[in-house]
Nanobody, 119 residues
Framework: QVQLVESGGDLVQAGGSLRLSCAASGSFFSTMVMAWYRQSPGKQRELVAT???????SYADSVKGRLSISRDNAKNTVYLQMNSLKPEDTAVYYC?????????????WGQGTQVTVSS
């Protein structure tokens, strides 16, 4: 079982910055594909960014150039650096882990952290 705990969500003014963190339990972090998703009220959960076990990132078009995903395998932690925030970035941000353990693929979610960007 893998537990994901997000932190770092806050209320920030437009143009500001935040860094979200997601700490994972267990021994398989270095093999996990990690991702950040977000969900705004009345909208479907959407993929924001992913990072491979080797550290290769990819981003949704809406956040390219403003958000940056990174990981520290020694700390079992993935980060989302959020710069130039916009009101439309307001959402609950969820950490996601996709891992295959002993041949079984498993997907885990964190509980979410609220990001609110005021105009």
């Amino acid at each position: 079982q893998v537990q994901l705990v997000e932190s770092g969500g806050d209320l920030v003014q437009a143009g500001g910055s935040l860094r979200l963190s997601c700490a994972a339990s267990g021994s398989f972090f270095s093999t996990m594909v990690m991702a950040w998703y977000r969900q705004s009220p009345g909208k479907q959960r959407e993929l924001v960014a992913t990072i491979t076990p080797g550290g290769v990132p990819s981003y949704a078009d809406s956040v390219k150039g403003r958000l940056s995903i990174s990981r520290d395998n020694a700390k079992n932690t993935v980060y989302l650096q959020m710069n130039s925030l916009k009101p439309e970035d307001t959402a609950v941000y969820y950490c996601n882990a996709d891992v295959t353990i002993f041949g079984v693929r498993r997907v885990y979610w964190g509980q979410g952290t609220q990001v609110t960007v005021s105009s």
